[in-house]
């Protein structure tokens, strides 16, 4: 199954690189120009440090360091070089995987512009996935070339002789470009006497560049090729177990919508009652206004009892004041009798005496 995904990838970026080196090499009008149609051997050469938390990777050096940038270049390099983002040791973003090893590790990218040319990217991380990957930016696709550079600035530090590296790009930067018989290409260090020349092999400049005749690095591609077919493997189990989860989630929602239907019936059913209740309400309200018109007719009826009773009280005492007139009356009449009763008394004894 590898050897099928592996031809179809080989094939794809070798057809592209054919079209980029038929473009580059032979320019109309330079059929016979034996130098490759490149301005330098690199453009510039940096070193990222990786991303940490929730910062991104940054440029920490550059050579020339009056490089100049284009805007898009400078701003997209890091995550052209670390297409990783890590945050506290674990992988959160995936774009491409790298897999880490107690060697150093070495792979190219490259940037197109809006005329379809080409600059490569070669990338070196250092053994167990250091903080700081070096990258040479070129026009050339000269894989090997590039990749010993790195690894021999790399040698110079390590062997305490750091101050031998800018010289050491200045001279590399600076090389003329080689002929197309030239199959190695020597450094001198520029401004230093370190007595050291720094030679590599060049490839068939006379060919285009074939990523298979480098077996070390194709056997790199294979492993980074069959690392990316690992984490697809893990997205389709991830993808299967949210499509399970999906399902469940259809499940109770089909399972809510039940319940919601159930609800809505019940709120229906309430509307019903509620409905009846205000009928019940109004009619009792109907009935209160009658009885407060029949309470204002019983208080109407009441008021005018209050004021045929103040009236029979008004007669009541002029009865008794009549009353009381006719006793003073009846006392005088009681009088007269008495008086007459004297009187029929005196005559009584005048006629006794006589």
Known sequence: MFAHWIGIFQSILCSRLDVDMATHARPPGAENAEHIPAVRIYECFVEVARPKDNEDAQIKYVYPKDYAWEVDTKRQLPKFVFPNKFVNGGVVVVVMHCV??????????????????????????????????????????????????????????????????EPFLAGFRNHSLPMANDSVISIVPEGIDVGQVFTFALPDLRKLPEIPADMWYFENILVHFESILVHFENILVHFESILVHFESILVHFESILVHFESILVHFESILVHFESILVHFESILVHFESILVHFESILVHFESILVHFESILVHFESILVHFESILVHFESILMHFESILVHFESILCTLRVS
């Open 100 to 165: 880490y090893s107690e060697q150093e590790e070495h792979f190219t990218f490259v940037l197109t512009d809006l005329d379809g040319k080409y600059r490569f990217g070669f990338c070196r991380y250092p053994p167990g996935g250091g903080d700081v990957a070096m990258c040479f930016l070129s026009d050339l696709p000269w894989f090997k070339v590039f990749y010993q550079a790195m690894d021999k600035i790399r040698d110079l530090r390590l062997d305490h002789q750091g101050e031998v590296v």
